[in-house]
Each structure stands twice: as structure tokens, then as C-alpha cells.
């Protein structure tokens, strides 16, 4: 069973969360200037791209999710349907330092053009999910026969697969240049004892990253059990000496977010391990959007995975 309509957080890399950070040129394969310039124009355009991903993207997914669990996707909205809702996406101030990014030198060609083609989508979307908003909410579609609904459906629809198409394509960039920076970043203070803390918190993200990748990579009944194991026996480790460490890793709202997120994990693996199916309720709840609420669920895992990458996001080391 795969689970649609899930959206991953990605974590700030660590120059981007602290000032005075170690900076490293790595761009996940993408080769880049080295110089310091390069360095503090792909942190910010990476920054920003992230913050906006991160909200804009769970709004616009969140607002296809609410309007596609009443209405047929290829049919659209019939009189039959009566609690047709869409959310509002209000991007705002998390994504208006997406301007500044583009503008930073020097440029990054693939990861400028990816970043103005999310805005644009961006841009082009929003007004449509805020007319649809604005519009079933109040609950206008009982008043004019559905008419102005479906004239919107095929503009909402093009909207979500135009936006999909490119939150995919900058998401991919993305995680990959954020990725090897964490890494080298981390790599420079791994042997530093007075770095622990800081080392442990960034260590622990990545690993909680890699086991969220390996339940999204396949159908929940076709997950890795070997790799997926792997992941959280190394986890539980990293979870267990954050404890240790306290404040110094983060302190006690990042621990609470880490604990969330292994007790997601050990559900998975329990469900795994001892091939329990869904009840039918889970799967309903699963297939309407609502598998957060579902024990031993992906759904579930990410919403604590997105959880605690808020959490790490907020702190300032």
C-alpha cells in the first residue's frame, strides 16, 4: 500500500543554523566555487529554499489533500459532494527571502533556475487554492449549482501538478547540495569533544533522514526490513546518548521530538516484524489522508520526522 500526499521537511544545514559554522564547498555532486563568496551564496539560496519548501510545500499538498478527500480527481466535484474544503496557502514571509536568494552572487544556475521555477509555480498556484478556499468555505458551491466549482477544478488541478512538478525538481537539488554540507560539515567536528552535543544532533537528523527515505521508497509491505533495521538500531543509539548529553545536544523539546520519532520507527518495525495488516478503519484512515493518527505507519513516522526537524530548525547553537 503506498501511502501519496507526504511531505518531508528538510533540516537547515549546519552553517545555516549556527554562525561561525565550518563551511565546506561539497554541492552533492554539483561542483561549485570554492571560494567563501560561493560558499555563503549557496548557504543562503539553500536556506531560503528550504524554509519555503518547508511551509509552502505542506500547504499546498495539505490544501490538494483536504479538496481531492471529497472530490474525484478526474470527475471533479458533483452535488453530492457537500463538505468540499480547501486550505489556504499564505506563503508570506517564509518564502520572500526566495528574492534575496536569486539575487545572491555568485549564482548557482542549477539551483537558481529550480528555486525560480518553485516560485513561480508558487505564485501561479496560490491564487487558485485561495479562490477554492474562498469559495467552499463559504460553502458558496450549495448556492450556485457547483458552477464556479467546476470551472476552478481544472485550474486547481493543473496548479497541483504544475507546483508537484516543480517542488520536485528544486526538492531533489535541494536535499542533495544540503545533504553533503551537513556531512562535511559534521565531518570537521566529529573528533572535537567540546562539539559532541552539536555533533550527536547532526548526526541523528541525517540517520533519522535515512530511515524516513527508506520507508518512502517503496510500498509500506515492500520496505527494507534489513536496511530499514539497520537505520534504527543506529538511531536508538544516537537518541540514547543525546539523553546523556542533555542541553548540550539540543535539550529537552529536541529529545522529546527524538523520542516521537524512534517510538514512530520501533512501531514500523514492530508491525514488520510480526506482519500485522491494517485494520480496515487504519487503511480508511490511511487512503483519506489521516494516517498520522495510524500506529505503525510511514504517515505517522514523517509527521514525527517533520516534527523534529522543526524542532532542530528552531535551535541556535
Request: with cysteine.
Amino acid at each position: 500500500m503506498r501511502i501519496t500526499n507526504l511531505t518531508l521537511s528538510l533540516a537547515l544545514s549546519l552553517s545555516a543554523l549556527a554562525a561561525g559554522a565550518c563551511k565546506d564547498s561539497s554541492s552533492g555532486g554539483a561542483p561549485s566555487d570554492s571560494s567563501p563568496a560561493a560558499s555563503a551564496s549557496e548557504d543562503l539560496k539553500l536556506d531560503a529554499a528550504i524554509r519555503c519548501q518547508n511551509y509552502a510545500s505542506a500547504a499546498v499538498f495539505r490544501a490538494r489533500t483536504q479538496y481531492l478527500r471529497h472530490v474525484d480527481a478526474e470527475a471533479g466535484p458533483t452535488p453530492e459532494s457537500k463538505n468540499i474544503y480547501v486550505g489556504t496557502v499564505n506563503p508570506g514571509a517564509h518564502c520572500a527571502p526566495l528574492a534575496e536568494a536569486l539575487a545572491a552572487k555568485p549564482a548557482l544556475k542549477e539551483l537558481d533556475d529550480a528555486i525560480a521555477a518553485y516560485r513561480a509555480a508558487l505564485e501561479a498556484a496560490t491564487p487558485v487554492i485561495d479562490d477554492a478556499h474562498s469559495y467552499y468555505d463559504q460553502k458558496r458551491h450549495l448556492d450556485d449549482g457547483l458552477a464556479k466549482g467546476k470551472e476552478l477544478h481544472p485550474k486547481l488541478m493543473a496548479s497541483f501538478r504544475a507546483f508537484a512538478d516543480a517542488d520536485k525538481a528544486l526538492g531533489t537539488i535541494v536535499k542533495s547540495r544540503n545533504r553533503a554540507r551537513k556531512e562535511a560539515q559534521l565531518a570537521t567536528i566529529a573528533d572535537d569533544p567540546k562539539q559532541r552535543g552539536r555533533y550527536v544532533r547532526g548526526h541523528l537528523l541525517l540517520v533519522a533522514e535515512d530511515l524516513i527515505e527508506i520507508g518512502l521508497a517503496s510500498t509500506f509491505e515492500e520496505i527494507d526490513a534489513a536496511a530499514f533495521e539497520a537505520k534504527l538500531e543506529e538511531l536508538d543509539k544516537n537518541v540514547a546518548e543525546l539523553a546523556k548529553l542533555g542541553d548540550e545536544a539540543g535539550g529537552s523539546f529536541f529529545k522529546s521530538k527524538a523520542d516521537y520519532y524512534l517510538r514512530a520507527a520501533l512501531a514500523i518495525s514492530r508491525r514488520i516484524r510480526e506482519k500485522t495488516p491494517y485494520t480496515e478503519r487504519e487503511r480508511n484512515d490511511l487512503e483519506r489522508g489521516m494516517g498520522k493518527n495510524v500506529e505503525g505507519s510511514i504517515p505517522q513516522l514523517l509527521d514525527t520526522y517533520n516534527a523534529l526537524i522543526d524542532e532542530a530548525n528552531r535551535i541556535r547553537s
